[in-house]
């Protein structure tokens, strides 16, 4: 019998595993690497879901100077995706981020359905100006910015009352 999947903070112990699902996730090209220190940096922002000791997915958050927040690095091993683990992680972040008192949230991601059914809608690069700006003008797929024939990324956004 499996045991079950629960979602919670991350915690140190979790950092390995985090770095090895985000960084496999890299490989495939469906996100940016992330370093131990980039982690560790924003640690109290990540949730995982666990099995038992073992972390098979996770997901952080980055809040903006805009006060808008970001879902950053979701992500869950192969084998368990498409069991909506991916939708409990974002609701996770959603929660951390509207006790905080925050109510605009957004992602690039290259999986828009999976925010889509959390309740985000695709929107226009110029929503996310900031963001632009400040990341993915450093990305090594943007030669020229966001829609460039090498960004598989499409923004998302939620807006909360």
Same mark, same amino acid.
């Given at each position: 019998? #499996?045991k079950?999947? *629960?979602?919670?903070?991350?915690?140190?112990?979790?950092?390995?595993?985090?770095?090895?699902?985000?960084?496999? %996730?890299?490989?495939? $090209?469906?996100?940016?690497?992330?370093?131990?220190?980039?982690?560790l940096?924003?640690?109290? %922002?990540?949730?995982?879901?666990?099995?038992?000791?073992?972390?098979?997915?996770? @997901? $952080?958050?980055?809040?903006?100077?805009d006060?808008?927040?970001?879902? *950053?690095?979701?992500?869950?091993?192969? +084998?368990?995706?498409?069991?909506g683990?991916g939708? +409990?992680?974002?609701?996770?972040?959603?929660? +951390?981020?509207k006790?905080?008192g925050?109510?605009?949230?957004?992602?690039?991601t290259v999986?828009?359905k999976?925010?889509s059914?959390?309740?985000?809608?695709?929107?226009?690069?110029?929503?996310?100006?900031?963001k632009?700006?400040?990341? @993915?003008?450093?990305c090594?797929?943007?030669?020229? $910015?966001?829609?460039?024939?090498? @960004?598989?990324?499409?923004?998302? #956004?939620?807006?909360?009352?």
């Amino acid at each position: 019998m #499996e045991k079950e999947i *629960i979602v919670r903070p991350a915690m140190l112990k979790d950092v390995k595993q985090i770095l090895d699902i985000i960084n496999l %996730n890299a490989k495939k $090209g469906t996100m940016l690497p992330k370093s131990k220190k980039e982690v560790l940096g924003m640690l109290a %922002n990540y949730s995982v879901a666990a099995m038992g000791n073992k972390v098979i997915g996770t @997901c $952080g958050f980055k809040i903006w100077v805009d006060e808008s927040i970001e879902i *950053i690095s979701l992500a869950t091993l192969k +084998r368990f995706q498409g069991q909506g683990i991916g939708a +409990r992680l974002i609701q996770e972040s959603l929660e +951390r981020g509207k006790n905080l008192g925050l109510k605009r949230f957004f992602a690039m991601t290259v999986a828009p359905k999976v925010f889509s059914k959390a309740g985000f809608e695709v929107v226009g690069y110029d929503r996310l100006s900031l963001k632009i700006w400040v990341d @993915c003008s450093d990305c090594p797929r943007n030669a020229s $910015g966001p829609g460039d024939k090498d @960004c598989n990324e499409q923004a998302v #956004e939620l807006l909360l009352d």
